[in-house]
């Protein structure tokens, strides 16, 4: 089973260019996240989708924007991206959003 | 504020056993969790606690007191394999995980 796959696997981008980091789950969760780990600090969640068709802000939701259109995707938008916005994204999923996460391989972003 | 803390690096000897212990102060507590991470990869389940006391999972057992806010994660037999960082997170009142920055585990032959 592929579980939860992200892409691209990593980047680099130019600031103030925009990027979709992309993650499909295949367990038919019901709940998605995306977080953000950086050296030295915990992940952080940044924005999360309880279900299809709903979306919620995490505590570092700036600069970024999700959907969730259906169960499977949830994609990850930097409208502009800016150096501190380097980073290892992960995109996990739950099955009811009050259990166990399981994460994707993740995506190393590179903002010069 | 909601606060994870645990010991930024330990190191311990192949064979040994190892307890990493995880402190915090959340709004609300819905249950704490471990994972496990190698370098460059995802974090993988480990382990889950809601109520007092030790979870056992093979040569793994977390324990928790929610009272004295604390937990540990108990490592035996270790192998060079379990090099990897160990995170603590807790799911808060509204079921958000809350992560500790994570303890780095150096095991040595």
């Known amino acids: 089973t592929a579980g939860i796959t992200q892409a691209p696997t990593s980047q680099i981008l130019a600031a103030g260019r925009s990027m979709t980091l992309r993650c499909t789950q295949d367990?038919?969760?019901?709940?998605m996240y995306w977080y953000r780990q950086d050296l030295g600090l915990g992940l952080r969640l940044i924005h999360y989708?309880?279900?299809?068709?709903?979306?919620g802000k995490g505590e570092v939701p700036d600069g970024y924007s999700v959907s969730r259109a259906n169960t499977d995707d949830f994609p990850l938008t930097l409208a502009s991206a800016v150096p501190s916005q380097t980073s290892v994204y992960f995109c996990?999923?739950?099955?009811?959003?009050?259990?166990?996460?399981?994460f994707g391989p993740g995506t190393r972003l590179t903002v010069l | 504020g909601q606060n994870i803390d645990q010991p930024t690096e330990m190191t311990a000897t192949e064979g040994a056993i190892v307890q990493i212990n995880c402190t915090y102060q959340?709004?609300?507590?819905?249950?704490l969790f471990w994972y496990q991470q190698h370098a460059g990869e995802a974090p993988t389940f480990l382990s889950y606690?809601?109520l007092d006391g030790l979870e056992e999972k093979g040569r793994f057992s977390s324990f928790l007191s929610r009272s004295k806010g604390y937990s540990y994660l108990l490592l035996k037999e270790l192998q060079m394999k379990d090099s990897a960082s160990y995170l603590c997170?807790?799911?808060?009142?509204?079921?958000?995980?809350?992560w500790g920055a994570g303890t780095k585990l150096i095991i040595k032959p």
């Open positions: 996990a999923s739950s099955t009811t959003g009050t259990d166990t996460q399981y």
């Open positions: 367990m038919r969760h019901n709940a």
């Open positions: 989708s309880n279900t299809a068709g709903t979306t």
């Open positions: 959340t709004s609300g507590f819905n249950g």
């Open positions: 606690n809601v």
């Open positions: 997170a807790v799911m808060d009142s509204n079921y958000q995980l809350i």
